[in-house]
């Protein structure tokens, strides 16, 4: 069965850095583009990042694009998101998702407004604060 297992959260410094990782299984995971998603306390889904199956194309948020960086090591089947220059609204709970995607305009990133029909990760709580 298909798992996504999210790690590297915690608390951190407004300007800090943090890696998150997400570990995938059940499934061909070079077979799959693979997304960030995030969610602020009492806000929506929000799209962060998104890589294709070979890692050659990335695509960033307006929010997080030059701090952000998200990468993936097929061989290890696993998917990272390097955060930079961390601010506190970037405060939320960062989820590793396997789910129907399109490209249009300067969106590249998965069908949020089909959020059932994927795979999830547990998610892991990134805290930007003083």
């Known amino acids: 069965e298909v798992q996504l297992v999210e790690s590297g959260g915690g608390l951190v410094q407004p300007g800090g850095s943090l890696r998150l990782s997400c570990a995938a299984s059940?499934?061909?995971?070079?077979?799959?583009?693979m997304y960030w998603v995030r969610q602020a306390p009492g806000k929506g889904l929000e799209w962060v990042s998104t890589?294709?199956?070979?890692?050659?194309?990335?695509y960033y948020a307006d929010s997080v694009k030059g701090r952000f960086t998200i990468s993936r090591d097929n061989a290890k089947n696993t998917v990272y998101l390097q955060m930079n220059s961390l601010k506190p609204e970037d405060t939320a709970v960062y989820s590793c998702v396997r789910m129907e995607g399109y490209c249009s305009g300067g969106y590249c990133g998965p069908s949020l407004l089909r959020p059932d029909f994927g795979y999830w990760g547990q998610g892991t709580q990134v805290t930007v604060s003083s």
């Open positions: 059940g499934f061909t995971f070079s077979s799959y583009w």
């Open positions: 890589i294709n199956r070979g890692g050659g194309s990335t």
